[in-house]
């Protein structure tokens, strides 16, 4: 089974919405966190938000916050407001604390948001 | 202050040819990792190194994919005998210690194999 699953390929939403983007995991840890990346045609990963599998409210940064549902085991990305320059691929990751010896990231397949004017 | 820098940010190499990437991580960051993107794909785990301690390489797809780090800084991807399916984005980042810390990521090298 993927650790981390993105069923949305492509999105699309107009100039000044909000939009979701899904992400759901699967991990058997307690200790564990879900990070979300946004990558412009342009190809960096840009770090957007963290959430901690023991944080009891969900992040926020500016115009990102994360939806977290852990018995649902779901990290939604919300981008409220949407500008045109929120258009690219943006990639759910998850690091579980099992992993002792590692610290990589597991990444989901991305979901490709174009925003509409 | 300056980010993780890859270098090449392009290499184009025949296949048979030996390659080395280049990443110099942020400042003070222990630890380093190296990933692999192919074209419209996920990231793919490759190698993870942390201060002194012996690197995981359980990510590297064969025995032709090599990865030192030295002085606990600049690191370096090799890739001995190209293959084309080793054409891929090769992308290198650094954190600090901890389990919240985010990634900071290179731009990447964009390896082409003819």
């Known amino acids: 089974a993927q650790k981390i699953t993105q069923t949305q390929p492509g999105m699309f939403v107009q100039e000044k919405e909000a939009v979701t983007l899904d992400c759901t995991y699967d991990t058997s840890d307690q200790s564990y966190g879900l990070f979300w990346y946004k990558q412009p045609s342009s190809g960096e990963m840009i770090f957007l938000i963290y959430q901690g599998s023991y944080d009891e409210q969900n992040a926020t940064e500016g115009r990102y916050s994360l939806n977290f549902q852990k018995a649902r085991k779901s990290a939604n990305l919300v981008i409220s407001a949407s500008q045109l320059g929120d258009s690219a691929m943006y990639f759910c990751?998850?690091?579980?604390?099992?992993?002792?010896?590692?610290?990589?990231?597991?990444f989901g397949s991305g979901t490709r948001l174009q925003v509409q004017p | 202050g300056a980010g993780v820098s890859q270098s090449p940010s392009n290499k184009v190499t025949e296949k048979g040819k030996d390659v080395e990437l280049r990443c110099d991580p942020i400042?003070?960051?222990?630890?380093l990792y190296w990933y692999r993107q192919s074209l419209g794909q996920g990231l793919e785990f490759l190698i993870y190194f942390q201060g002194n301690s012996a690197p995981d390489k359980s990510g590297l797809p064969s025995d032709r994919f090599s990865a030192e780090r030295t002085g606990g800084s600049v690191s370096t991807l090799t890739i001995q005998r190209t293959q084309q399916e080793d054409s891929a984005v090769y992308l290198c980042a650094s954190s600090p210690r901890g389990m919240s810390q985010p990634q900071h990521f290179g731009d990447g090298t964009r390896l082409s194999i003819l």
């Open positions: 990751a998850m690091r579980e604390e099992q992993d002792t010896g590692r610290r990589a990231l597991t």
């Open positions: 400042s003070g960051h222990t630890a």
